[in-house]
């Protein structure tokens, strides 16, 4: 593959920003370029520097006046969800039994996998997305169909096979020497295969016997190098049920922690009602956190505390869609329903610190900063496009505009998929191909 060139407003994160105000925190060039080589992002500078090295031949991707950016990145979704986002429940207990569950039977079929995860990505394509960490069911076809997907797009992604081996009908359940098994044939063939990453994937703690989160734990230790991920205190019906399901513990997290579940490489959904001390053990183990805005509000399961957990200094706090609890793909619907859940505590996030979090901050929850999350030298070029006129709204708000912060910040409170104008996976376009 020969180089190419991005032309376009390049803008990177270096760092999380301190304040509306940090311009230190980023990179920005209005009229800037990207030289691509194999794939691998080579040089971000002025387009007249750039255009003085290269030879005349060089293909150029002209996106002037749109904001090039890292592709967004989403830690925590479920791809088998696509189909029932936008289901009519009063709480998450009730929304897993009523739909949740039903789809994800539909899963041990082959062709409805394969046809289903062709949707998801395009999906994710569409709305600016090129990288996910994604719960498949307890089906291996799922699992099968996910990773190959991806495959076929060159894409960096994460997953895993859903383990359940209690409170779930029972065509989705399977014994834990089942499940562990299964997990270690899927690990050996997926884990490292392209720009596959495998994460072990117990639901939660109500879907799995002591039988099981003993066998999670022996594949954590026997496969340090992949992710953990699953939920934590999402709901107060899930939090008493978990209480009653383990009644020697202290709280929801030090289950996880006996089970030697917490690290830097674990993911968990929400840890929306976490007290002190369960933070101090996602924080000592540098675990990871996962803020779901949209999936919160829709399913009533509460308000995310994000200075509270912001001033754990070992946590890595990620935001993701939690599709299908949430209620759209798009990263910047996602950013702004943040936005408000940190308003209604009286906790204002800046547009900076916004698209830090979809970039970089995510790309570090996911331990994949080297590779993506940022423009730099040698990083994958995986980017996303963004058109900030691409609606009437916007236009008109565009004209009445004094800084990148706040473009920046209109851009995630009135735009959605029609802002996104081209992907690039591995430096190939991706999107309507
Ligand atoms: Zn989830």
Redesign the pocket.
């Known amino acids: 593959m020969s180089k190419i060139i991005l032309k376009g407003r390049t803008l990177s994160f270096l760092r999380q920003p301190k304040n509306v105000n940090d311009s230190s925190s980023y990179e920005y060039n209005e009229s800037g370029a990207i030289l691509i080589n194999n794939g691998i992002i080579e040089k971000v500078e002025s387009y007249e520097k750039i255009k003085k090295t290269i030879s005349k031949n060089i293909k150029i991707f002209d996106h002037s006046g749109k904001l090039l950016m890292p592709g967004f990145i989403d830690p925590?979704l479920?791809y088998p969800q696509t189909k029932i986002i936008g289901s009519y429940a009063s709480n998450l207990l009730e929304w897993l039994k009523k739909y949740t569950f039903l789809e994800e039977k539909k899963y041990s079929n082959k062709e409805y996998s394969i046809k289903a995860s062709k949707i998801f990505f395009n999906e994710l394509i569409n709305n600016g997305t090129t990288s996910c960490a994604s719960?498949c069911t307890t089906s291996k076809n799922s699992v099968e169909a996910f990773f190959s997907e991806a495959k076929k797009r060159n894409m960096m992604v994460i997953g895993g096979k859903t383990l359940m081996d209690r409170n779930a009908p029972k065509t989705l359940l399977e014994n834990s020497t089942k499940g562990y098994e299964l997990t270690k044939k899927l690990i050996n063939k997926w884990h490292n295969n392209g720009r596959c990453l495998y994460a072990i994937t117990p639901r939660f703690a109500i879907t799995s016997t002591i039988e099981q989160m003993k066998s999670v734990q022996t594949l954590k230790e026997e496969y340090p190098e992949c992710y953990l991920q699953t939920?934590l205190s999402e709901n107060f019906e899930e939090i008493e049920l978990v209480k009653k399901l383990y009644p020697s513990f202290k709280n929801y997290t030090s289950i996880y922690e006996h089970y030697g579940f917490l690290g830097k490489k674990s993911l968990f959904?929400h840890c929306i009602h976490l007290s002190e001390s369960e933070l101090d053990l996602l924080n000592e183990s540098h675990s990871k956190v996962i803020f779901?805005p949209t999936s919160n509000l829709f399913l009533g399961s509460g308000l995310f505390d994000l200075k509270k957990i912001n001033k754990k200094n070992n946590i890595q706090i990620g935001v993701a869609t939690?599709i299908g609890?949430g209620t759209s793909f798009n990263m910047l619907k996602t950013l702004d329903e943040a936005y408000k859940i940190c308003q209604l505590q009286k906790n204002k996030i800046s547009s900076l610190d916004s698209f830090y979090h979809i970039t970089l901050g995510n790309a570090k929850c996911l331990s994949l900063e080297s590779k993506i999350g940022t423009l730099s030298k040698g990083s994958d070029a995986d980017i996303v496009v963004i058109d900030s006129r691409a609606t009437s709204s916007l236009e008109i708000r565009k004209n009445n505009l004094n800084s990148l912060e706040e473009e920046l910040f209109y851009i995630q409170t009135l735009g959605d998929d029609r802002c996104i104008s081209q992907v690039y996976i591995k430096g190939k376009p991706a999107k309507n191909t």
């Open positions: 925590h479920h719960f939920h959904g779901c939690d609890g």
